[in-house]
Nanobody, 120 residues
Framework: QVQLVESGGGLVQAGGSLRLSCVASGRTFNTMGWFRQAPGKEREFVAAKGVPNTIYSDSVKGRFTISSDNAKNTIYLQMNSLKAEDTAIYYC?????????????????WGQGTQVTVSS
């Protein structure tokens, strides 16, 4: 059974940092990434790491960094210079495809999400 389990969310002041983790079990994936959903908004792409590419949304580029530990089947999202508008539930996603994409429909598995709240 495939599972994605996120951790690392919490409450932080604007300008602070958090690191999210996502551990995949049950199989390995070529691409893993992060999406987020703020209250009253649609889920949006944040960052993803595939085999040939790593991509970020414009809103987090330069502030967030996605990385992976293949031996642990884990990905991380280091979030620096956090803003109030980064407040959302952050979801880990995994895809069989080797090419990272911003399209949520291409991701086969999803975690339950972890709350990130940035106070201004």
């Amino acid at each position: 059974q495939v599972q994605l389990v996120e951790s690392g969310g919490g409450l932080v002041q604007a300008g602070g940092s958090l690191r999210l983790s996502c551990v995949a079990s049950g199989r390995t994936f070529n691409t893993m990434g992060w999406f987020r959903q703020a209250p009253g908004k649609e889920r949006e792409f944040v960052a993803a790491k595939g085999v040939p590419n790593t991509i970020y949304s414009d809103s987090v580029k330069g502030r967030f960094t996605i990385s992976s530990d293949n031996a642990k089947n884990t990905i991380y999202l280091q979030m620096n210079s956090l803003k109030a508008e980064d407040t959302a539930i952050y979801y880990c996603a995994a895809a069989v495809s080797a090419f990272a994409s911003i399209r949520s429909a291409l991701y086969n598995y999803w975690g339950q999400g972890t709350q990130v709240t940035v106070s201004s």
